[in-house]
């Protein structure tokens, strides 16, 4: 651990105790502690002062009643007037009374946050830039570890689970050592308390699971709670990337207008590749191929370089097969957050004079849909502002020059 990242621990840990005393009875304790030592110098400084030459100072008295209160006892100073004798009995009867108080405060507060951890009722509110997962499935520990292939930057540590499964669940999962670090937050979230306790704010992704915790609830239930935590979640934050998993197509449109950045039609997907296998095409062979995680080409979408914002789908199509040999399919136009998209075009569709014209570019911005796929579009297309690339990578196999391909 470096000397950075042990500070900021230390540091978080100390303002987590800081903030836990001082809203609690111990505060009172502390403070009452602080005027007892006062007050024990003082006295034993007037008593003993001018017939003890060890305590001709107040550091002298200090150091006695701190060495004294703590139980140490090095007897390098000792009272000799009987008023200071008993003002040194209650020094030591005091000191085990609050030695034992801040013992067992620590500890409990050490326990409890432990705790709390465990069951998923601690608050986040350090942590940044986090992909943020919400529900439960039984296939989640393959979904985290796919997330984590196609994310490389992301770490696991980065990763929190907000669910009302059994917190037991969540102990089978982190006893995997590859999933010990993720974090849990125990709650519905639906509820704006528990996305705050996730730091949803400062998060960079929020992926919303078609929720299996109840086994019992239905289609309808499960996509309406979904389209909910995305309501909900917009009401909060605009900047998060959010992406939800839908089973029925009927909700897409709830979610559209909340401005979901991504919607998964998880159950769609796979009637459409059942329909094709049973077309007896290999189509579904070949959507396995660019679109699984360990494939040798997976689609994939990556930004290039602003200069060829404003030329064709062409000059871009050659720049790629130039560098690196990819295959060019389509463009993704209005990446990242569409709040943000739509202001920005919003600001530029409002700099017309023209009226007619302006209605016209309004209309456009409220037909706008995130991350909108154009697959081959001609070479003539016009590359447009926050737009991405998606190509198909040259083949592993023709990489290594495999004689066989």
């Not at 009452?32 to 017939?51: A, C, H, Q, R, Y």
């Not at 108080?101 to 069951?119: C, M, N, P």
């Amino acid at each position: 651990m470096s000397k950075m990242k042990f500070f900021k621990k230390t540091r978080d840990w100390l303002e987590d105790f800081v903030f836990n005393v001082t809203s609690s009875d111990f505060f009172k304790i502390v403070v009452i502690f602080v005027i007892i030592i006062g007050l024990s110098v003082t006295g034993v400084f007037f008593l003993e002062g001018k017939k003890n030459q060890q305590f001709t100072t107040y550091f002298d008295t200090l150091w006695y009643t701190i060495v004294t209160l703590s139980t140490v006892g090095y007897g390098d100073k000792t009272p000799i007037t009987v008023e200071g004798k008993l003002i040194g009995i209650l020094i030591i009867l005091f000191g085990v009374a609050v030695t034992g108080v801040v013992t067992g405060r620590i500890a409990s507060f050490l326990v409890e946050k432990q705790l709390k951890a465990g069951q998923g009722l601690s608050s986040l509110k350090k942590l940044m830039n986090h992909f943020i997962i919400c529900g439960w499935k039984a296939e989640l520990p393959r979904i985290i570890m796919d997330i984590l292939k196609v994310n490389p930057e992301l770490k696991m540590e980065k990763i929190v689970l907000i669910s009302t499964v059994d917190p037991q669940r969540i102990n089978d999962l982190k006893a995997d050592r590859k999933f010990s670090k993720v974090k849990f937050i125990y709650g519905d979230y639906t509820d704006e308390g528990v996305l705050l306790r996730a730091n949803i704010t400062t998060a960079r992704t929020i992926l919303f699971l078609a929720d299996q915790t109840s086994p019992s609830a239905s289609t309808h239930e499960i996509d309406s709670k979904t389209v909910m935590a995305v309501m909900t979640t917009e009401s909060i934050t605009k900047k998060i990337y959010t992406c939800a998993e839908l089973l029925d197509s009927k909700f897409e449109k709830y979610l559209k207008l909340a401005n979901c950045d991504e919607i998964l039609l998880s159950r769609s997907y796979g009637q459409i590749m059942l329909a094709n296998a049973s077309a007896a095409t290999g189509v579904s062979h070949v959507v396995n191929e660019i679109i699984d995680v360990n494939s040798a080409t997976p689609v994939t979408v990556i930004d290039f370089p602003d200069s060829f914002i404003g030329k064709t789908f062409d000059d871009l199509s050659c720049h790629f097969l130039k560098h690196g040999g990819h295959i060019l399919v389509g463009i993704l136009e209005h990446t990242g957050n569409i709040f943000q998209r739509k202001k920005e075009i919003l600001e530029e569709a409002q700099k017309t004079p023209d009226i007619s014209k302006l209605v016209i570019n309004l209309q456009k911005v409220k037909k706008i849909f995130p991350n909108d796929p154009i697959i081959n579009p001609g070479k003539k297309y016009e590359i447009q502002k926050n737009s991405k690339a998606i190509i198909i990578p040259l083949n592993r196999a023709l990489k290594k020059g495999n004689s066989n391909v």
